[in-house]
């Protein structure tokens, strides 16, 4: 069975840093993009990035270019989401989702972990 | 950045009944595009991509048709558990990869 496994929710300030965890299991995490993807309270979805765990490429969306980081660390099938500089806006659901390299869809998807910001 | 855009923003239909969803990409995406229905604090759920080739475990009830910049999905005998926000996405000019704004179906 896949499973994706986020990590819980946060409270941060503004300003602040967040890092979130997503670890997979039941395939070869390095045969999969790893995409994380914002969903802000009662709104739509914006994809935020990718990263390649097979050789650590990454790509993102250019409104995150610059506050945001996705690393994948094969040794323990682990994605992480970093996002800096946080602002009210950035309160949202962040869930991390797979797909097959050449074909960008989502196959599996995580639970989301909520991240509020708030002073 | 290719837009999508989805309507209606949201469509009421009775049980047992056909729903009609739309979605048209600023440009052309060919057939690189997918469908995903959320419900209520849950992820998305693939279920169509290529336009019209249904995820695995997706019932026939749902089906998805276009090409270009034109896309539909339709879902047909409405079941009580489809009532649900539904989201397009294209992966064809990327990135940044891009969702529709969502259609929310509601029960009649």
């Known amino acids: 069975e896949v499973q994706l496994v986020q990590s819980g929710a946060e409270v941060k300030k503004p300003g602040a840093t967040v890092k979130i965890s997503c670890k997979v299991s039941?395939?070869?995490?390095?045969?999969?993009?790893i995409h994380w993807v914002q969903q802000a309270p009662g709104k739509g979805l914006e994809w935020m990035g990718l990263?390649?765990?097979?050789?650590?490429?990454?790509k993102y969306a250019e409104k995150f270019q610059g506050r945001v980081t996705i690393t994948a660390d094969t040794s323990t099938d682990t994605s992480y989401m970093e996002l800096s500089s946080l602002r009210s806006t950035n309160t949202a659901v962040y869930y991390c989702?797979?797909?097959?390299?050449?074909?960008?869809?989502?196959?599996?998807w995580g639970q989301g972990s909520l991240v509020t910001v708030s002073s | 950045e290719i837009l999508l855009t989805q309507s209606p923003a949201a469509l009421s239909v009775s049980p047992g009944e056909r729903a009609t969803l739309s979605c048209r990409a600023s440009?052309?995406?060919?057939?690189?595009l997918a469908w995903y229905q959320q419900k209520p604090g849950q992820a998305p759920r693939l279920l169509i991509y290529?336009?019209?080739t249904r995820a695995t475990g997706i019932p026939a009830r749902f089906s998805g048709s276009g090409s270009g910049t034109e896309f539909t999905l339709t879902i047909s005998n409405l079941q009580s558990e489809d009532f649900a926000v539904y989201y397009c996405?294209?992966?064809?000019?990327?990135?940044?990869?891009?969702f529709g704004q969502g259609t929310r179906l509601e029960m009649k």
């Open positions: 989702a797979t797909s097959k390299e050449q074909l960008e869809i989502f196959d599996y």
């Open positions: 039941g395939i070869t995490f390095t045969d999969y993009y």
């Open positions: 990263v390649d765990p097979e050789d650590g490429e990454t």
């Open positions: 440009q052309t995406v060919i057939s690189h």
């Open positions: 290529a336009a019209s």
């Open positions: 996405q294209q992966y064809s000019d990327w990135p940044p990869i891009t």
